[in-house]
């Protein structure tokens, strides 16, 4: 169930409406349709049950201004993290990540400060929706890759090479996997019309 925050957020993400303030996105951070399976970048390291409050303090969920969450995204855990990500980076982190409140601009946060792939051991189950419906790439792997190496995702076959070391992951189901090559839910329900 789409609950009504998410709707105007996604209204925001898509350019708005008549209800919603116009937002513009930084095109160099987001890409919102047709990604490409191989996602290139540099690894953050994360620990075991990173919650949304982490990812997105909820001092922040009164606006849907997607430059507001990639502001802060991560700022629980790294308050500088936004400003030195860069495009195509990648979370790889424990156990459990996006446990804790329920929250659509957790995954929106970590796309729009222009991370590439959330990798983790686990997920927790509403995080890993959102992520899908979003459009952020999601693997569940267990990986050894240090912070700052850099690293190669094929969101399509689950692998994360680093260090020359291929790791394999669960593979997404295939109409998973073809919403998130659409860029989310809402590009991939316009492409069937």
Known sequence: MITGSVVVIINNLLGGNSFTSRKTLNPTKVKEANMSPIIKGRIWRFADNIDTDLIIPGKYLRTTDMSVFAAHAMEGI???????????DIIVAGKNFGCGSSREQAPLALKHAGVGCVVAESFARIFFRNSINVGLPIIEAVVDCKHSDVASVDIEKGTVTCQGKTHQG??????????????????????QK
């Open 170 to 191: 669960i593979k997404l189901p295939g109409f998973l996997m073809t919403i998130l090559l659409d860029g989310g839910l809402i590009q991939h329900r316009r492409k």
């Open 78 to 88: 790294d308050p500088e993290f936004s400003k030195k990500v860069t495009k195509n």
